[in-house]
């Protein structure tokens, strides 16, 4: 129970129900798709770039609420980042849900996206964590092929 | 713990008496003697995640019982050796153990031939078998294949590399809201084009029964024949290929209480007999020079390499285990399970059913609004709950009920009423979890 508890903390379960930066964004410089075959998640990831600066981001689609909960922490963290501290985090989540935390640093860069430590307790449910940020990867590097989880 | 074995031969003395009170009586008695078995399956004993195991996954694969776990060991510790090929006293006795389970596939599927039966991986080999072998000489450009519109992959892409190869074309027998195939459209759909049907006996995503002795009644009245994908019905009903009348049936050991990586093709000589060979090597050959091979008689000239020997005997064990226990009383109880669970999901606010067809083996897929089946599943997996969550391997499936994935309980007879309640309780706390 304690698990399923740290797995669906609160601020995961409120930006389930209400997900910031949820919409189509007009003006986004790079957009790109990112699903996840086995269980059917499926988002759109967009992107305005002010030089290395990223500007703004949004997203659109339908999962779960750990999917979904992600990209919308996400899309909240990573406004007025560069590509470098965008990169950073990336690889810092990706340690936090794998259960390999990069650097003590790294925790505390990563702020309210420490409430997806409980993921780690669940292989089944990493992909669903990081899929909107491999998504977001794909799209800072300038992919625009709709990207997988396997 | 109860020790009771059920016997067959008790179905159907019931409505002999023509006494309702006997007959409640009896079926009581044979519900009792069923629940007796599930001790015979030594995992469900286990605890997940401190809970008692609910093993709901059945329709992917089956728990084992303790005599098919015996009879595997017991071939490595006592008989292990090649089969077909020494004339020592080990390949002897491999050989006869080998051979002896398919003489036990043959009296299962009542076929009329030892040879008809072929051993294969799973029903996916199976399928891919006929798909090159019988497709490739059959199947031409312009020509058709048939599969309906709740085909597991394993039933779609075969089918589809094969019309991509040739220039033909797939076609999909539509089914109705309540997931079961609209009859009068397979029928317009069965043309001088249509080279061969092939369909699900049960949909492991819906858990439709589909009325397979009639389609292949209509195909056959226009020369068409037809693979049956028996993976889910085999575990579940008792199955007669002759009586089915069909051309193909492919079935999966594991999902019928035997192991993983064996399973069997049936398939009528004459169509056999004019396939060519799907995998070549040892064992499907009668002697090769380098000018040319000439192959073995049936069912060998589709068994090249070593087979899964262990596994093979491990599904005779699956198969004699089925023989003891009387299927009917199994389908039965398995019935009123689906039945129970069907009027308690009934109660789970915003929870609908993803297949509703009347003739229905024991499978309850659902989704629950604004609840991904992702998110039940682990709730449940908390609770010790073991079911099913995603496409099920039928993504056209969730495309024409339009959910991308659904949450699937699917039961065996070795499951329980309290079991049952169990997981109602857990889905009652989803909501609460996800606030």
Sequence with gaps: MSALRDLYQQVILDHNRNPK????????????????????????????????????????GAGCAISKASA??????????????????????????????????????????????????????????????????????????????? | ???????????????????????????????EAVRGCRHHFPLLRRRVNGKPLVYFDNAATSQKPQVVIDATIRYYEEENSNIHRGVHYLSERATQAYEG????????????????????????????????????????????????AMEHHSNIVPWQILCEEKGAKLCVIPINDR????????????????????????????????????????????????????????????????????????????????PTGVGVLYGVTKLLDQMPPYQSGGDMIKSVTFEKTIYNDLPYKFEAGTPNIGGGIGMGAAIDYINEIDLASLAEFEHELLVYATQGVAEIP????????????????????????HDIGTILDDEGIAIRTGHHCAQPVMQRFGVPATARASFAFYNTKEE???????LHRVREVLG
């Design chain 1, 21 to 60: 930066n949820f919409r189509v964004m007009q003006d986004a410089t790079r957009s790109i798709e990112g699903y996840n075959p086995l269980c059917g998640d499926h988002y759109t990831v967009y992107v305005r770039m002010e030089g290395d600066v990223i500007a703004d981001v949004s997203f659109t």
């Design chain 1, 72 to 150: 919308s922490v996400m899309s909240s963290v990573l406004k007025g980042k560069t590509l470098a501290e965008a990169e950073g985090m990336f690889q810092d989540f990706h340690g936090l849900v794998t259960g390999v935390p990069s650097s003590e640093d790294g925790m505390e860069r990563l702020g309210k996206l420490a409430a997806f430590a409980g993921v780690s307790e669940f292989p089944a449910r990493v992909k669903c964590a990081s899929l909107p940020w491999h998504t977001l990867h794909a799209v800072l590097d300038g992919k625009s092929r709709p990207i997988t989880t396997e």
């Design chain 2, 1 to 31: 713990m109860h020790t009771t074995t059920v016997h067959s031969g008790k179905a159907g003395t019931s409505a002999m008496t023509g006494n309702a009170d006997q007959a409640g009586r009896d079926l009581l008695e044979r519900f």
């Design chain 2, 101 to 148: 389970v398919r003489v036990k596939v043959q009296h299962l599927l009542n076929a009329a031939h030892q040879r008809e039966i072929i051993f294969v991986r799973g029903t996916t080999e199976g399928i891919n078998l006929v798909a090159h072998s019988f497709g490739r000489t059959a199947v031409g450009a312009g020509d058709e294949v048939l599969i309906s």
């Design chain 2, 179 to 258: 997931g079961e195939i609209e009859l009068a459209e397979y029928e317009k759909l069965l043309t001088s084009r249509t080279k061969i049907v092939a369909l699900a006996h049960v949909s492991n995503a819906l858990g439709t029964i589909n009325p397979v002795k009639t389609m292949v009644a209509m195909a056959h009245a226009h020369g068409i024949p037809v693979l049956l994908d028996g993976a889910q019905a085999v575990p579940h009903m008792k199955v007669d290929v002759r009586d089915l009348d069909c051309d193909f049936y492919v079935f999966s050991a594991h999902k019928m209480f035997g």
């Design chain 2, 350 to 373: 915003g929870l609908r059913i993803i297949g509703t067809a009347r003739e229905k083996a024991a499978v309850l897929s659902f989704v629950i609004d604004g609840i991904h089946p």
């Design chain 2, 420 to 426: 049952i309640d169990v997981f109602l309780a857990a």
